[in-house]
Antibody
Framework: QVELQQSGPGLVKPSQTLSLTCTISGDSVSSNSASWNWIRQSPARGLEWLGRTYYRTRWYSHYAVSVKNRLNITADTSQNQLSLHLHSVTPEDTAVYYC?????????????WGQGSLVTVSS | SSELTQDPAVSVALGQTVWITCQGDSLRAFFANWYQQKPGQAPVLVIHGKNNRPSGIPDRFSASSSGTTASLTITGAQAEDEADYYCSSRDNTNNHLVIFGGGTKLTVL
């Protein structure tokens, strides 16, 4: 059974960097079939996929257009963790953030989710 | 990027059948996946691909698709099915990306 455990601060100041970590158990962040995602949810924007990273002989990352210039998703194989770093945040980045796994296959479904992390951007 | 459109709210009488729809150009190329979300919880996958239920999802949940419209069907809705439902698919303008619908709030009367 795959489990995703999220951690990180719940309050970030405007213009700073929002960083969250997702610790994976039951699978490997360097899996040759899965990809590892960050998704957020706010009342204004609903569920919003932010990006993903995966390993296929090398690391790949893909980001949503809305955050492409501010987002970096990284993997730490020694800790089996996934991280999100969202730069230059504004109050519009206030949301519940989730990490989630795409197990493989052609249709990119999210089968396991983290518990969610509420992050508030406020001074 | 592409968009997926869902009706904001749908209601169904207890034990009846309800269809929740999702529309978007991406659905011509990719099947929708469906998620159920209850208040304060993370979304739960209920259908993926053409019509596949993960282990533990009741068989009253099913899916179909035609053209640019995908549908989630709940046959014999139960009180515990009251929740928000979201569709998602790959983005046909850049198929490395994923898009979500805006969600449908299902009320079981």
């Amino acid at each position: 059974q795959v489990e995703l455990q999220q951690s990180g601060p719940g309050l970030v100041k405007p213009s700073q960097t929002l960083s969250l970590t997702c610790t994976i158990s039951g699978d490997s962040v360097s899996s040759n079939s899965a990809s590892w995602n960050w998704i957020r949810q706010s009342p204004a924007r609903g569920l919003e996929w932010l990006g993903r990273t995966y390993y296929r002989t090398r690391w790949y990352s893909h980001y949503a257009v809305s955050v492409k210039n501010r987002l970096n998703i990284t993997a730490d194989t020694s800790q089996n963790q996934l991280s999100l770093h969202l730069h230059s945040v504004t109050p519009e980045d206030t949301a519940v953030y989730y990490c989630a796994r795409i197990p493989g296959g052609s249709y990119y479904w999210f089968d396991f989710w983290g518990q969610g992390s509420l992050v508030t951007v406020s001074s | 990027s592409s968009e997926l459109t869902q009706d904001p709210a749908v209601s169904v009488a207890l034990g009846q059948t309800v269809w929740i729809t999702c529309q978007g150009d991406s659905l011509r190329a990719f099947f929708a996946n469906w998620y159920q979300q209850k208040p304060g919880q993370a979304p739960v996958l209920v259908i993926h691909g053409k019509n596949n239920r993960p282990s533990g999802i009741p068989d009253r949940f099913s899916a179909s698709s035609s053209g640019t419209t995908a549908s989630l069907t709940i046959t014999g809705a139960q009180a515990e099915d009251e929740a928000d439902y979201y569709c998602s698919s790959r983005d046909n303008t850049n198929n490395h990306l994923v898009i979500f619908g805006g969600g449908t709030k299902l009320t079981v009367l």
